[in-house]
């Protein structure tokens, strides 16, 4: 098994520089599988271990989003330009499948729709959004309090904004703002924003997904575990009920936490490689 020792890069079609770093055989040698993270995440600990446990089973590209950790970032930002990122990573891999995680699970998604057989398939973990339920795809703070706290040079009332509007006990906001963490989710708060328009594009625009899930013909996984939230079990089977080829997963005594084995086989049943 191989592994980048320090961080690659490649260029979208804008001239952003995108980082990432590569586990397992390499191209051509094995199905790929890139890793698209959530909010305020950037190749975290357990996907390099979800990495490392699919070995040479799997080559796993993980790459920062734009305007996280190594990658660039050039204005405007656009759903679009997040695509063309995905797209010029898929010629470092060839065609590949994307595991998409929490909010990363759309834009996955979109890429699947966007750029047909470059993406061969995707694993959906937590994509806690009730694509039924008619309300409101996001709360308007994640896109607009988010860029006005951002505009005025304030990256930690955004975060702190974020954790409202996804629920977090305001008790709990200064021990967080204590963490070794939180410098690096300042650094990423602008990108909280791009989530937000990920989200808002799903039921939203000229382009939403909602009109486009026929065109999502790749095999896609829609995974949570007995232990995820309620509503995260509702927007799984909403996803898995629109999407032409779906296939519902639930891991037994995982939630948000899962082990990186359990996320690696899953991975591996969707690539179809040995278990």
């Keep these: 098994m191989t592994i980048t020792p320090v961080d690659a890069f490649t260029t979208s079609a804008d001239g952003t520089r995108i980082a990432y770093d590569l586990t ?18 950037h190749r975290l600990p357990v996907t390099l271990a979800v990495a490392s446990a ?3 089973r799997a080559t796993t590209l993980r790459y920062d989003r734009r305007g996280r950790g190594g990658s660039g970032d050039n204005p405007p930002y656009s759903v679009d330009r997040e695509v063309d990122d995905i797209a010029a990573l898929l010629e470092v891999t060839g065609p590949a499948a994307l595991l998409g995680i929490s909010s990363g699970a759309f834009l996955a998604l979109r890429a699947a729709a966007d750029l047909g057989d470059g993406v061969t398939g995707v694993l959906c973990y937590e994509a806690a959004y009730d694509v039924a339920s008619g309300e409101p795809p996001v709360d308007p703070r994640m896109i607009a ?8 040079g304030d990256p930690g009332s955004a975060v702190e904004l974020f954790l409202d509007v996804v629920g977090m006990p ?7 703002r204590a963490s070794a963490s939180w410098a690096d989710l300042e650094s990423i708060a602008p990108t909280i924003a791009y989530d937000g328009r990920i989200l808002a594009s799903v039921a939203l625009g000229r382009r939403a997904l909602m009109g486009r899930w026929h065109l999502i013909s790749q095999p896609v996984l829609v995974v949570d575990g007995t232990a ?16 032409p080829a779906a296939r519902r997963v639930t891991l037994p ?17 969707l690539l179809g490689v040995s278990p």
């Design 24 to 41: 397992g055989p390499g191209r051509g040698l094995a199905p790929a599988i890139v890793v698209v993270d959530g909010v305020l995440s």
């Design 54 to 56: 699919l070995g040479d």
């Design 145 to 152: 309090g988010v860029e006005a706290c951002i505009e005025v």
């Design 170 to 176: 305001c008790r709990l906001v200064p021990r967080m």
């Design 228 to 243: 995820s939230a309620a509503t995260v079990a509702a927007a799984a089977e909403s996803l898995a009920a629109v999407l």
């Design 253 to 269: 005594g995982h939630g948000t936490d899962v082990p990186p084995e359990a996320m690696a086989e899953a991975v591996a049943s």
